[in-house]
């Protein structure tokens, strides 16, 4: 399975989880990939947004710092959302 389909199942199963969190209330993904390669190697978060069903205006950002790539896509997507740079209703 490619990284992208299985990121975008995740999503989905976000939006089914948690009703506030959907297509209209959903403007950013984040997502981490520690080791990019080959076919793997492109935006995940970019790529998963729509195949998850999500508008094409939602944007997505992947962090890629081998061992930190987790930790720096929360902590990224905290700092948006302490900023008000990203909406999260």
Known sequence: MRTDDLAARVVRELTVRYGGVGSETTDAV???APN???EDNRDVACMAAP????PV???GTTVTRLC??????VAD???RHRRRE????
């Open 77 to 79: 997507a905290a700092r």
């Open 30 to 32: 984040d997502s981490a």
């Open 86 to 89: 990203a909406d999260w209703r």
């Open 68 to 73: 930190g790539s987790g930790l720096d896509a």
């Open 36 to 38: 990019q390669a080959g």
């Open 51 to 54: 195949l998850a069903g999500l």
């Open 57 to 59: 205006g939602v944007s």
